[in-house]
T-cell receptor, first 111, second 113 residues
């Protein structure tokens, strides 16, 4: 079946620190992979996506590379800001009309 | 464009009551879905629709009904509320399901006492 596993939180970093949030997936075939971000009191927003192996998605300084050999889609940012404090969700879509989300990783960035 | 709208934002129900959570989108999206968000569980799919008149069950459909009579609207009905349905509910829509971004509504926080 399809599933997503992402690293447990919460994660607390100082401003300008390097961020990695790990995400691995299980799926048959060739899923599309996504990172969504949820700010307090809001719905989820797409952060970036990759639709085939070796694609790199990027947005607002965040990056993630679709690694089929390791079934991973880790989220990285070189220098986090206080405004990046949010919950981050890894997700996949595959044949079958459904999306599958990880449990979310809470990030707090302190000045 | 208003995007995806949900009403109400907050609701308190007593066990056994029924209610409908409203969801509407103005982007002419074919795919719509309902999720519930619980601490430590992420988002779990309740029901989804790939077009008007077509609905299907997701991971956690029990206790919920949906219908899709128009492209714009996708209401979620709680038939007989239970405390286990206390959650935050999100509606989402997208052009299609596979490679396309889902647009989420602001959510409905439901408490069942």
């Amino acid at each position: 079946g399809n599933s997503v596993t992402q690293m447990e939180g919460p994660v607390t970093l100082s401003e300008e620190a390097f961020l990695t949030i790990n995400c691995t997936y299980t799926a048959t075939g060739y899923p599309s992979l996504f990172w969504y971000v949820q700010y307090p009191g809001e719905g989820l927003q797409l952060l970036l996506k990759a639709t085939k192996a070796d694609d790199k998605g990027s947005n607002k300084g965040f990056e993630a590379t679709y690694r089929k050999e390791t079934t991973s889609f880790h989220l990285e940012k070189g220098s986090v800001q206080v405004s990046d404090s949010a919950v981050y969700f890894c997700a996949l879509s595959n044949t079958g009309n459904q999306f599958y989300f990880g449990t979310g990783t809470s990030l707090t960035v302190i000045p | 464009n208003a995007g995806v709208t949900q009403t109400p934002k907050f609701q308190v129900l007593k066990t056994g009551q029924s209610m409908t959570l409203q969801c509407a989108q103005d982007m002419n999206h074919e795919y719509m879905s309902w999720y519930r968000q619980d601490p430590g569980m992420g988002l779990r799919l309740i029901h989804y629709s790939v077009g008007a008149g077509i609905t299907d069950q997701g991971e956690v459909p029990n206790g919920y009904n949906v219908s899709r009579s128009t492209t714009e609207d996708f209401p979620l009905r709680l038939l007989s509320a239970a405390p286990s349905q206390t959650s935050v509910y999100f509606c989402a829509s997208s052009y299609s399901y596979r490679d396309y971004e889902q647009y989420f509504g602001p959510g409905t926080r439901l408490t069942v006492t």
